[in-house]
Structure formats: structure tokens, C-alpha cells
């Protein structure tokens, strides 16, 4: 069975600072992986998706994830923090014989400081 | 503009009663879920719907029900029998595919005393 896990439930970063969102899964086949960003009392809203086209995908708002088959992981990494980054993030899964469905790991809420 | 639609946004109701939340889409997309969030826990799949007058369990389903009448909307009901209804639901949608992105709306926000 598929599983995603989001290693470290509150990360806090200085703004100008590495952002590194942690994220490793588990699944029998080649899996689709997506990251997305909540903002407080709001829906999800897509950052980036792989699906094998190439193992370093870039999204919106300047983050980027690399997926690495060997160590079973999707970190999202960002170079420098800006204050409007401070939301929660959700690193997913889905296979071709689910349907579609997503699995969410439980969440990452980032903080940047000034 | 394209989006998915969630009412109310917020909802009270007492401990015992029935409640439908509503979501409906113009995206023109096939598929739509319902998921519920708790704090520290993700988000969990309750239904998913790939075509009209068609649905299945998520991992979650018990104590809620739904109906695929149109491709545009995908009731959710969150009935007497769910044992903790109050959290934060979201509804989404999809072309079919697995590697196809949710598109999600802003949520409803039950709370059940």
C-alpha cells in the first residue's frame, strides 16, 4: 500500500534562508508525487507534480522538489524564504491502479522569521 | 473564471442531525473527492467520484454518504452516525487520470455540539 511521510510536523527558517520540506513514500510501482501549500482557513492550491517526465521539477512561487527512486524521497526545497511563504504543506501520492486519488501525508506548517 | 464552489463555509449544527455540505464545479472535470482534514493528521479520503451516478469509498466513509447526480456537483452528507463530524471538509475535482493535479475548493468548516 502507498504512504506518504512528512518528516517534521512545524519547520521555522529565517526569511532570506533554505527552505528543505522533507518528504519520503512508499509505493509498489512508479508513483506520481505532488506537493501543495494550504493557507490558513483555505483550500489546497498545486506547487508542482512529478510524473517521470524529469526528476527535478520546478513549480510555482520559486520551489522545486527532486525525486530520488534510490532514497524513496520528494523534498521541496526553495532557496531563499519569503514572508508569504508561511503556510502549511502537503507532500501526495498516487499510483496508476488508485483512480486518481490522492494519498496527503499529515502536513508540514513552515514559519519564517524575520 | 473556473473553480470549485464549497457552502457554506461555515456550519453549525446540533449533535444528532443530518448536514449536507455542497460542492459544485465548472471545470468540466469527470472526477471529484471529498476529504476531511484534522489538525496533524493530513487529509483523509471519505468518497471519490469518477463519473456520473458512480462513487466509492475512501478510507473514511463511514458515517457519510453522497450522490453523483450531475458531473457539475457532489453533495456530501454528514450523517447522525459519525461519531466525530466536526473538522474541516474539502471537496475536489480532477480529470481522470492518476497523474492528473486535485483542484480544490476553499472548504467548509463543520462544527457539531
Known amino acids: 500500500a502507498q504512504s506518504v511521510t512528512q518528516l517534521g510536523s512545524h519547520v521555522s527558517v529565517s526569511e532570506g534562508a533554505l527552505v528543505l520540506l522533507r518528504c519520503n513514500y512508499s509505493?509498489?510501482?512508479?508513483?506520481?508525487l505532488f506537493w501543495y501549500v494550504q493557507y490558513p482557513n483555505q483550500g489546497l492550491q498545486l506547487l508542482l507534480k512529478y510524473t517521470s517526465a524529469a526528476t527535478l521539477v520546478k513549480g510555482i512561487n520559486g520551489f522545486e522538489a527532486e525525486f530520488k527512486k534510490s532514497e524513496t524521497s520528494f523534498h521541496l526545497t526553495k532557496p531563499s524564504a519569503h514572508m508569504s511563504d508561511a503556510a502549511e504543506y502537503f507532500c501526495?501520492?498516487?499510483?496508476?491502479?488508485?483512480?486518481?486519488?490522492?494519498?496527503f501525508g499529515q502536513g508540514t506548517e513552515l514559519s519564517v522569521k524575520p | 473564471d473556473g473553480g470549485i464552489t464549497q457552502s457554506p463555509k461555515y456550519l453549525f449544527r446540533k449533535e444528532g442531525q443530518n448536514v449536507t455540505l455542497s460542492c459544485e464545479q465548472n471545470l468540466n472535470h469527470d472526477a471529484m473527492y471529498w476529504y476531511r482534514q484534522d489538525p496533524g493528521q493530513g487529509l483523509r479520503l471519505i468518497y471519490y467520484?469518477?463519473?456520473?451516478?458512480?462513487?466509492q469509498k475512501g478510507d473514511i466513509a463511514e458515517g457519510y454518504s453522497v450522490s453523483r447526480e450531475k458531473k457539475e456537483s457532489f453533495p456530501l452528507t454528514v450523517t447522525s452516525a459519525q461519531k466525530n463530524p466536526t473538522a474541516f471538509y474539502l471537496c475536489?475535482?480532477?480529470?481522470?487520470?492518476?497523474?492528473?493535479?486535485?483542484?480544490f475548493g476553499n472548504g467548509t468548516r463543520l462544527t457539531v455540539t
Open positions: 467520484s469518477q463519473i456520473v451516478n458512480d462513487f
Open positions: 509505493s509498489s510501482v512508479p508513483p506520481y
Open positions: 475536489a475535482s480532477s480529470i481522470r487520470g492518476s497523474n492528473s493535479p486535485l483542484h
Open positions: 501526495a501520492v498516487s499510483e496508476d491502479n488508485q483512480g486518481g486519488k490522492l494519498i
